[in-house]
């Protein structure tokens, strides 16, 4: 059993002080690692493998996502470690990635001390963990910093690695055939700054067999920020993709859409949260994610 500092031999004095260096020293969720601790994370198996030679590369780094009162915590019996998820810095974000459209990738952009935005890429299966008495010897990076925004969708990010509906397996593949119609679709310019999300009523929710057929109500899930009075145009641009999603779905067989509409967040209840499933099909292989992908900012570093 793994067994870490005592926090009062740590901290040259009381538990009690162990709470007032941490909020003191700026701990918070979304606080990035110096590299000096990124060396002594602990990764999740098939994670994030660190340099053997003990450098740490200039445009990764790790990113909290406990909670701040987890953090803040006294008793290192009761809260051992802090939580964390790795980070690249990356050239431009993508809207497809962004908003928590994608199951495993998150584009977002962190904040820089003179305050420009570094737009960077988090994997969620890339996580890990540092002891948490080790943040006594240590204080945030001040190279980036996630917005308390960034830092609740990047907690929620990892909570959905567990708790996110799943679309049937057999609904997948009677749509995959239409997979390059809808990635183009999905990453056009009006549906990343102006759709939340796309969400499905599949029904039945079950895997079915190849004779029975899937009825399903698209729900188009607008901005906050979206006025309809003030953008004409793009709300014709949104029915435009709402009307070629609805006919690529109807092509696909087995599959009946019932009708496509176009609300906003309030419209959508608790209650049909609990039935509808987000529409990013996410397959093997995205851009944002392979090796060696032009958007990533360690090709520049390497040159």
């Known amino acids: 059993m793994t067994e870490f500092p005592d926090p009062l031999v740590e901290s040259g004095g009381h538990a009690a002080n162990v709470r007032t260096q941490l909020l ?3 701990w918070r969720q979304g606080s990035v690692l110096p590299h000096t601790l990124a060396l002594k994370v602990r990764h999740i198996p098939g994670g994030f493998t660190p340099p053997v030679d003990g450098t ?3 445009t990764r780094f790790y990113i909290v996502v406990s909670q701040d009162c987890d953090i803040a915590c006294d008793n290192f019996d009761h809260e051992p470690v802090v939580e964390v998820v790795l980070a690249k810095k990356i050239k431009t974000l993508k809207g497809s990635l962004e908003h928590l459209r994608s199951p495993r990738t998150l584009h ?10 570094q737009p960077v890429e988090i994997d969620v299966r890339y996580r890990g963990h540092v002891s948490h008495s080790l943040l006594l010897e240590h204080t945030p990076s001040d190279e980036l910093r996630a917005d308390p925004a960034i830092a609740i969708e990047l907690a929620t990010m990892v909570s959905r690695r567990y708790l996110r509906g799943a679309r049937p397996d057999s ?3 009677r749509v995959a055939p239409a997979k390059p119609q809808i990635e183009a679709l999905l990453d056009r310019e009006v549906r990343a700054k102006v759709l939340f999300d796309i969400m499905l009523l599949i029904e039945p929710l079950a895997e ?3 004779n029975a057929e899937y009825t399903v109500t698209v729900y188009g899930v607008l901005m906050d920020s979206f006025d309809d009075r003030d953008k004409r145009e793009t709300r014709e641009q949104i029915d435009a993709l709402a009307d070629e999603l609805n006919n690529l779905l109807m092509q696909c067989d087995g599959i009946f859409v019932d009708h496509v509409e176009i609300v906003g967040r309030a419209q959508i209840s608790l209650r049909q949260a609990e039935y509808l499933r987000s529409f990013e099909i996410v397959w093997p292989r995205l851009s944002a994610e392979a090796d060696g992908d032009e958007n990533d900012e360690d090709l520049e570093a390497s040159k």
């Open 56 to 58: 740490w590369p200039p």
């Open 208 to 210: 079915l067999d190849a």
């Open 108 to 117: 977002v952009a962190l904040t820089k001390p003179d305050g420009t935005m």
């Open 171 to 173: 609904f997948d593949a």
């Open 24 to 26: 003191a020293s700026g």
